[in-house]
Protein backbone atom coordinates (compact mmCIF):
# COMPACT_ATOMS: atom_id res chain seq x y z
CA UNK A 1 0.00 0.00 0.00
CA UNK A 2 0.95 3.47 0.04
CA UNK A 3 3.69 5.08 1.93
CA UNK A 4 5.26 7.96 3.16
CA UNK A 5 8.13 7.67 5.05
CA UNK A 6 10.36 10.78 6.03
CA UNK A 7 13.49 11.08 7.71
CA UNK A 8 14.76 11.43 10.16
CA UNK A 9 12.43 10.74 12.74
CA UNK A 10 13.83 12.88 15.41
CA UNK A 11 16.55 15.93 14.61
CA UNK A 12 18.28 17.93 17.49
CA UNK A 13 20.12 21.27 16.03
CA UNK A 14 21.98 24.09 17.73
CA UNK A 15 19.80 27.86 17.42
CA UNK A 16 21.39 29.23 14.48
CA UNK A 17 22.00 25.95 12.29
CA UNK A 18 20.19 24.30 9.32
CA UNK A 19 17.50 21.78 9.15
CA UNK A 20 16.22 19.32 6.78
CA UNK A 21 13.60 17.13 6.83
CA UNK A 22 13.22 14.60 3.23
CA UNK A 23 10.18 12.90 2.33
CA UNK A 24 9.58 9.44 0.43
CA UNK A 25 6.92 8.01 -1.27
CA UNK A 26 6.51 4.86 -2.48
CA UNK A 27 4.41 5.66 -5.54
CA UNK A 28 3.89 9.11 -7.43
CA UNK A 29 2.54 11.91 -6.15
CA UNK A 30 -0.24 14.66 -7.60
CA UNK A 31 0.44 17.06 -5.04
CA UNK A 32 2.28 17.41 -1.62
CA UNK A 33 1.36 19.33 1.92
CA UNK A 34 3.45 20.50 4.39
CA UNK A 35 2.43 20.43 8.03
CA UNK A 36 3.53 21.60 11.22
CA UNK A 37 2.76 20.46 14.82
CA UNK A 38 3.66 22.24 17.84
CA UNK A 39 4.29 20.42 21.17
CA UNK A 40 0.78 19.58 22.40
CA UNK A 41 -0.97 21.09 19.44
CA UNK A 42 -2.37 20.05 16.23
CA UNK A 43 -1.22 19.92 12.64
CA UNK A 44 -1.33 23.69 10.83
CA UNK A 45 -1.31 23.78 7.13
CA UNK A 46 2.92 25.47 5.65
CA UNK A 47 2.25 24.88 2.03
CA UNK A 48 1.72 22.81 -0.89
CA UNK A 49 3.22 21.91 -4.17
CA UNK A 50 1.57 20.50 -6.94
CA UNK A 51 4.37 20.99 -10.06
CA UNK A 52 7.59 18.69 -10.70
CA UNK A 53 10.76 20.45 -9.51
CA UNK A 54 8.91 23.06 -7.81
CA UNK A 55 10.56 25.18 -5.03
CA UNK A 56 9.11 27.40 -2.77
CA UNK A 57 9.83 29.62 -0.06
CA UNK A 58 8.46 31.30 3.19
CA UNK A 59 11.28 33.53 5.04
CA UNK A 60 13.65 30.91 6.49
CA UNK A 61 11.59 28.00 5.15
CA UNK A 62 12.28 26.35 1.48
CA UNK A 63 10.07 23.02 0.80
CA UNK A 64 11.14 21.20 -3.06
CA UNK A 65 8.97 19.02 -5.07
CA UNK A 66 11.11 16.17 -6.65
CA UNK A 67 11.10 16.12 -10.37
CA UNK A 68 9.59 13.06 -10.37
CA UNK A 69 7.21 14.09 -7.58
CA UNK A 70 8.02 10.91 -5.72
CA UNK A 71 10.01 13.07 -3.11
CA UNK A 72 10.14 16.70 -1.10
CA UNK A 73 11.71 18.20 1.38
CA UNK A 74 11.99 20.94 3.66
CA UNK A 75 14.78 23.11 4.70
CA UNK A 76 14.95 26.03 7.10
CA UNK A 77 17.94 28.03 7.58
CA UNK A 78 19.01 29.38 10.50
CA UNK A 79 16.59 27.77 12.92
CA UNK A 80 14.97 29.64 15.76
CA UNK A 81 13.57 27.92 19.31
CA UNK A 82 10.06 29.22 17.92
CA UNK A 83 10.97 26.38 14.96
CA UNK A 84 10.54 23.84 17.59
CA UNK A 85 7.87 20.79 16.62
CA UNK A 86 6.73 17.87 14.09
CA UNK A 87 6.88 18.35 10.55
CA UNK A 88 4.94 16.55 8.66
CA UNK A 89 4.54 16.18 4.48
CA UNK A 90 1.29 14.72 3.52
CA UNK A 91 0.09 13.71 -0.37
CA UNK A 92 -1.89 11.90 -2.53
CA UNK A 93 -1.85 10.07 -5.09
CA UNK A 94 -4.62 9.10 -7.17
CA UNK A 95 -7.82 8.84 -4.74
CA UNK A 96 -9.79 11.18 -2.19
CA UNK A 97 -7.82 10.10 1.00
CA UNK A 98 -4.40 11.76 2.07
CA UNK A 99 -1.02 9.85 3.35
CA UNK A 100 0.57 11.69 5.70
CA UNK A 101 4.54 10.95 6.50
CA UNK A 102 6.01 9.48 9.93
CA UNK A 103 6.70 13.14 10.78
CA UNK A 104 10.18 15.18 11.85
CA UNK A 105 10.70 15.97 15.35
CA UNK A 106 12.44 19.11 15.60
CA UNK A 107 14.05 20.33 18.53
CA UNK A 108 16.05 23.18 18.80
CA UNK A 109 18.75 23.72 21.66
CA UNK A 110 19.11 27.59 22.31
CA UNK B 1 -14.22 32.46 14.51
CA UNK B 2 -13.49 29.41 11.67
CA UNK B 3 -12.42 26.03 13.81
CA UNK B 4 -12.88 22.31 13.91
CA UNK B 5 -14.12 21.89 17.56
CA UNK B 6 -13.34 17.83 18.89
CA UNK B 7 -14.90 16.90 22.27
CA UNK B 8 -13.76 15.61 24.68
CA UNK B 9 -10.37 16.64 24.61
CA UNK B 10 -9.24 13.84 26.91
CA UNK B 11 -11.27 10.20 27.60
CA UNK B 12 -10.27 7.39 29.64
CA UNK B 13 -12.38 4.47 29.38
CA UNK B 14 -12.98 0.57 29.64
CA UNK B 15 -13.01 -1.64 27.07
CA UNK B 16 -15.76 -2.91 25.09
CA UNK B 17 -17.41 0.40 26.92
CA UNK B 18 -18.94 2.35 23.12
CA UNK B 19 -17.54 5.66 22.90
CA UNK B 20 -18.36 8.79 20.73
CA UNK B 21 -15.59 11.84 20.17
CA UNK B 22 -17.58 14.17 18.10
CA UNK B 23 -16.19 16.84 15.21
CA UNK B 24 -17.60 19.72 14.27
CA UNK B 25 -17.02 22.47 11.84
CA UNK B 26 -18.28 26.10 11.40
CA UNK B 27 -16.57 26.36 7.56
CA UNK B 28 -19.20 24.58 5.53
CA UNK B 29 -16.43 22.39 4.38
CA UNK B 30 -17.90 19.26 2.37
CA UNK B 31 -14.42 17.25 3.11
CA UNK B 32 -13.97 15.73 6.71
CA UNK B 33 -11.66 13.21 7.70
CA UNK B 34 -10.66 11.13 11.04
CA UNK B 35 -6.97 10.56 11.90
CA UNK B 36 -5.34 8.83 14.33
CA UNK B 37 -1.52 10.05 15.65
CA UNK B 38 0.72 7.82 17.14
CA UNK B 39 4.81 7.61 18.18
CA UNK B 40 6.68 6.81 14.96
CA UNK B 41 3.54 5.89 12.79
CA UNK B 42 2.55 9.74 12.25
CA UNK B 43 -0.76 10.56 10.96
CA UNK B 44 -2.89 8.00 9.76
CA UNK B 45 -6.58 8.55 8.35
CA UNK B 46 -9.23 6.30 9.71
CA UNK B 47 -12.48 7.54 7.45
CA UNK B 48 -13.33 10.43 5.62
CA UNK B 49 -16.40 11.66 3.90
CA UNK B 50 -16.92 13.33 0.96
CA UNK B 51 -20.12 15.27 2.06
CA UNK B 52 -23.47 14.59 3.46
CA UNK B 53 -23.93 10.71 3.46
CA UNK B 54 -20.77 9.68 1.74
CA UNK B 55 -18.34 8.41 3.45
CA UNK B 56 -15.21 5.44 2.86
CA UNK B 57 -12.67 4.31 4.85
CA UNK B 58 -8.80 5.26 5.27
CA UNK B 59 -6.24 3.01 5.93
CA UNK B 60 -6.78 2.10 9.50
CA UNK B 61 -10.79 1.53 10.00
CA UNK B 62 -10.79 -1.43 11.86
CA UNK B 63 -13.04 -0.66 14.87
CA UNK B 64 -14.43 2.40 13.96
CA UNK B 65 -17.45 3.77 13.26
CA UNK B 66 -18.51 7.11 11.26
CA UNK B 67 -21.57 9.28 9.99
CA UNK B 68 -22.03 12.22 8.42
CA UNK B 69 -25.74 13.05 8.50
CA UNK B 70 -25.78 17.20 8.52
CA UNK B 71 -22.67 18.85 6.53
CA UNK B 72 -21.03 20.52 10.13
CA UNK B 73 -20.82 17.18 12.13
CA UNK B 74 -18.61 14.17 11.84
CA UNK B 75 -18.77 11.70 14.98
CA UNK B 76 -16.09 9.10 15.31
CA UNK B 77 -18.02 6.24 17.23
CA UNK B 78 -16.16 3.10 18.67
CA UNK B 79 -18.26 0.23 19.34
CA UNK B 80 -15.93 -1.77 21.63
CA UNK B 81 -13.25 -0.32 22.27
CA UNK B 82 -9.52 -1.84 22.92
CA UNK B 83 -6.64 -0.90 24.18
CA UNK B 84 -4.96 -0.73 20.75
CA UNK B 85 -7.11 1.99 20.12
CA UNK B 86 -5.59 4.36 22.86
CA UNK B 87 -3.79 6.96 20.58
CA UNK B 88 -3.93 10.67 19.85
CA UNK B 89 -7.23 11.66 17.49
CA UNK B 90 -7.70 14.25 14.99
CA UNK B 91 -10.77 15.68 13.55
CA UNK B 92 -9.82 17.71 9.88
CA UNK B 93 -11.97 19.35 7.17
CA UNK B 94 -11.35 20.71 4.06
CA UNK B 95 -13.24 22.93 2.12
CA UNK B 96 -13.08 20.74 -0.87
CA UNK B 97 -11.21 16.84 -1.14
CA UNK B 98 -7.66 16.51 -1.47
CA UNK B 99 -8.05 15.82 -5.13
CA UNK B 100 -9.22 19.01 -6.19
CA UNK B 101 -6.40 21.03 -7.40
CA UNK B 102 -7.28 24.54 -6.68
CA UNK B 103 -5.39 26.46 -4.77
CA UNK B 104 -6.40 26.37 -1.20
CA UNK B 105 -9.34 24.58 -1.52
CA UNK B 106 -8.02 21.53 0.21
CA UNK B 107 -6.05 22.46 3.07
CA UNK B 108 -6.63 20.46 6.15
CA UNK B 109 -8.08 22.36 9.34
CA UNK B 110 -7.07 20.30 12.36
CA UNK B 111 -9.30 20.19 15.57
CA UNK B 112 -7.51 20.19 19.00
CA UNK B 113 -7.36 16.69 19.25
CA UNK B 114 -8.98 14.23 21.86
CA UNK B 115 -6.64 11.84 24.03
CA UNK B 116 -8.17 8.34 24.12
CA UNK B 117 -6.94 5.77 26.68
CA UNK B 118 -8.51 2.36 26.74
CA UNK B 119 -8.01 0.53 29.80
Known amino acids: GQQVMQIPQYQHVQEGEDFTTYCNSSTTLSNIQWYKQRPGGHPVFLIQ?????EVKKQKRLTFQFGEAKKNSSLHITATQTTDVGTYFC??????????FGTGTRLTVIP | EAQVTQNPRYLITVTGKKLTVTCSQN?????MSWYRQDPGLGLRQIYYSMNVEVTDKGDVPEGYKVSRKEKRNFPLILESPSPNQTSLYFC??????????????????FGAGTRLSVL
Open chain 1, 90 to 99: AGRTGANNLF
Open chain 2, 92 to 109: ASSLLPPSTSGRAKNIQY
Open chain 1, 49 to 53: LVKSG
Open chain 2, 27 to 31: MNHEY
